[in-house]
């Protein structure tokens, strides 16, 4: 893919996320991480190559049917994307409501998530009175409450000390025992070396796979065999 | 009043403060045209039903012809057109009465009686049955070449044709406020999509459809439409009241004396709606024609 008439950010990816799978994405800064992830929650389109994702071709889906794609993509932005008018709480609540969830509902479900990410007190806070740390856990929690099929998370612990960093992780891995694909990018050497996923590595616009002994993806519920989704196959 | 949480926060924008003050604007002036044009075609009306009932028969005086022998002429005249099929009534307008009426332009009545005046002769149609005006001019200039009719129909037409234009004028004006609404919301509902690009964006990858953030300015569009109607229907019912004020305290004989009907009233109160509804539907296709072009 390339931005404008820019020059290629993302030249030779082809990969198959299994259902259920939990990679790390690596690369120096610049790499094209986050561009590769744009790709994935569908926020570009390829200039070449092919998207696939939940089995749909991005590129002859009819417009209209995307919203609900991208509604089973979790997605933590790199610089959050809070919406500063608007308390942790209904910042949260946003993809419920935006899918027309009953109100209820959102209540529960996100005072609950709320509570375990720690911010139980800071519910009615807007962002900017928020610390840095304290904004990327709203940035996840919102990623993570409609139980996304597949989550994808840009340097999501870039703000914390590593002790929260690992604990944000483990909110990811819980999520993947549940049957969340997921993609976390980062550039902490400590997490990837702390957690044995698989990794796909970015190298100017190329992919290197890596796996590594055993990895702790592909144990999503085996009673769920679904078709491999997230599929990438752009150059 | 309990306001509705919104996921943009565009009531706070300087251009949609401003919003229905324009919108205001637009309607006091849409509604003073409507104003004017319902009461012209009221009394056009008015008008036209008073006078088309009647026509009016002049008798002019030959040379030197004596007061006598001119009321005989109008006497057989009158007795002709009783008889005649379609005509209500027919009454000779005594010779003061027709005095009374030149005296503004003559002056005093003692110059009158040395003039040769034309006698009158008003006649009352039967509307359900009235004779064709030619047959009836024709009948008269036989029975006394000096009967001239006069049916005001030039006048009737001219009339019409006035009154026809500044309606159209009106009309013309009330479209192009229309458009000048129109164009204001897709101005302001531009301007609120750019200053909320990064929001629009951030509701749009997390799965909202174009009609949900179409909602978002199409709810502000509909109240600050609302608004806006209210204050310019405001301002034309003070302005109305306050011309039909210094109307009625003017001397009131020149003036016809018209009034806006119920119905008219109705009319007008309908504006705030209209407006409201052209700036909800004009705020939601310009927010789904200009996400079309987002992925
Ligand atoms: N919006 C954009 N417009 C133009 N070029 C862009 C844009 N975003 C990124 N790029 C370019 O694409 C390349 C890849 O950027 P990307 O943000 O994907 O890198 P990254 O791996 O996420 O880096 P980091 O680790 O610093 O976040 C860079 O060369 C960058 O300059
Ligand atoms: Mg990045």
């Known amino acids: ?235 | 009043m309990i306001r509705r949480r919104t996921d943009l926060p565009l009531s706070r924008d300087p251009s949609v403060r401003l919003l229905p003050w324009i919108i205001g604007l637009m309607t006091y002036l849409a509604c003073l045209m409507l104003a004017g044009s319902l009461l012209l075609s009221e009394l056009l009306g008015q008008w036209t039903s008073g006078l088309s009932g009647t026509v009016t028969v002049q008798v002019l005086p030959r040379e030197r012809e004596p007061a006598r022998q001119l009321d005989q002429r109008v006497d057989k005249l009158v007795r002709i057109l009783q008889r005649t099929d379609g005509i209500a009534g027919a009454r000779a307008v005594p010779l003061d009465e027709v005095a009374a009426l030149l005296e503004p332009w003559l002056g005093g009545t003692t110059a009158l009686e040395a003039l040769p005046l034309p006698r009158l002769i008003d006649v009352r149609l039967d509307m359900t049955d009235a004779p064709p005006m030619e047959a009836l001019k024709t009948m008269l200039s036989n029975a006394d070449p000096g009967a001239l009719l006069d049916d005001h129909g030039i006048w009737q037409d001219q009339l019409a044709g006035l009154v026809g234009a500044l309606e159209l004028v009106a009309g013309f004006v009330v479209l192009l406020v229309g458009l000048a609404t129109v164009g204001i919301v897709i101005f302001a509902t531009r301007s609120g999509m750019a200053a909320h690009q990064d929001v629009i964006e951030v509701l749009h990858l997390i799965g909202a459809e174009d009609g949900y953030i179409a909602r978002q300015f199409q709810g502000l569009a509909l109240s600050q439409g609302l608004r806006g109607g209210i204050i310019g229907i405001a301002m034309g019912a003070a302005t109305i009241w306050g011309l039909g004020y210094a109307a009625d305290h003017i001397d009131s004989a020149i003036l016809p004396q018209v009034r806006l009907l119920a119905w008219h009233w109705v009319v007008l109160a309908s504006l705030p709606a209209v407006t409201a509804l052209i700036a909800r539907s004009t705020a939601r296709r310009t927010v789904m024609r200009s996400l079309t072009r987002m992925v």
């Open chain 1, 1 to 235: 893919m390339r931005y404008g008439t820019g020059p290629e950010v993302l030249r030779e990816v082809t990969f198959t996320l299994k259902p259920g799978s939990f990679h790390f994405l690596t690369g120096r800064s610049g790499a094209g991480k986050s561009s590769l992830l744009k790709l994935m929650y569908l926020a570009h389109r390829p200039s070449r190559g092919l998207v696939t994702l939940f089995d749909e071709d991005i590129a002859t889906l009819p417009r209209r049917r995307l919203p609900f794609l991208r509604r089973r993509v979790g997605v933590v932005f790199q610089e959050f994307r809070l919406l500063n008018h608007l308390s942790a709480f209904d910042n949260v609540a946003l993809p419920l409501r935006v899918a027309g969830v009953k109100e209820s509902t959102i209540r529960k479900h996100v005072d609950e998530l709320l509570a375990w990410t720690g911010l139980g007190d800071h519910m009615d806070a807007r962002p900017p009175t928020l610390s840095g740390g304290q904004q990327q856990r709203v940035a996840i929690a919102r990623s993570l409450i409609s139980r996304p099929d597949l989550l994808l998370a840009d340097e999501p612990t870039g703000n914390v000390d590593d002790a929260l960093g690992v604990r944000l992780l483990y909110l990811f891995e819980e999520l993947n025992r549940m049957g969340t694909t997921v993609v976390i990018a980062t550039h902490s050497e400590t997490l990837v070396s702390r957690f044995k996923n698989p990794i796909l590595h970015l190298e100017d616009g190329v992919l290197i796979h890596q796996d590594r002994g055993e990895p702790a993806g592909g144990t999503g519920d085996p009673r769920d065999p679904r078709k491999p989704f997230g599929r990438g196959g752009t150059q």
